[in-house]
């Protein structure tokens, strides 16, 4: 069986529930979020055939997601951190839209943070680690909602921006893999199954 690579977004947030753009800000689980961390946990045992190397970002959230979901992680990379949002860090997209009317993310500048062009440079170098490293076992790389959508685009050789175009609810979890060298989604936003 070939090796694939998965990405698991963090659990919920305070701010993630409430729509506020959260890069840099270190804003821990809420307890639904460690719930569904634990779940996501149990969601990736039952498809990995065993991680060759798990990377997460620095963030506490991140951090935390994995090591409920039971992952040792390997390293720690800031190249896995969330797009850095500048002046809108903390800030909804209909606040924003008050001054810049149809801003998105994906679209329009952000004051202070990085552009679309910076977050697909470093989706790029995580790529292309993750491309070397699968041949030893699947790669699981733990983050956040818009960059993991930036690096299912730069898996299908889209431009991040098109990162758009995908879904990845908190402790989410997409599955890349290819079909005879063709990069393909196996799987897209598998939630966590949480007991009721």
């Known amino acids: 069986m070939a090796h694939r690579l998965f990405l698991l ?8 529930s409430n ?23 149990g969601t990736l045992r039952t498809l990995l055939g065993g991680p060759g190397l798990v990377l997460s970002s620095p963030r506490g959230r991140a951090l935390r997601t994995a090591e409920l979901a039971g992952l040792r992680v390997d390293e720690v990379t800031e190249d ?17 839209r008050e001054t810049v009317p149809d801003w998105t993310v994906w679209t329009r500048p952000i004051p202070g ?35 993991s959508r930036v690096l299912v685009a730069r898996w299908l050789g889209l431009p991040g921006t098109s990162g758009v175009h995908f879904g990845l609810d908190p402790a989410g979890l997409a599955v890349l893999g290819d079909e005879r060298g063709e990069p393909q989604i196996e799987h897209l936003n598998l939630l966590p199954a949480l007991e009721g």
């Open 113 to 147: 943070g990085e552009s679309a062009q910076d977050v697909q440079a470093r989706a790029d170098k995580v790529l292309d680690r993750a491309r070397r490293e699968i041949e030893n076992g699947d790669v699981v790389l733990v983050g956040h909602g818009h960059f």
């Open 19 to 41: 729509g506020k753009h959260t890069g840099r800000t270190d804003i821990p689980l809420t307890p639904a979020g460690e719930d569904q961390a634990r779940a996501a946990g």
């Open 9 to 16: 977004r963090h659990g919920q947030t305070e701010w993630s």
């Open 80 to 96: 896995l951190a969330e797009w850095d949002y500048g002046d809108y860090e903390g800030v909804t997209t209909p606040e924003i």
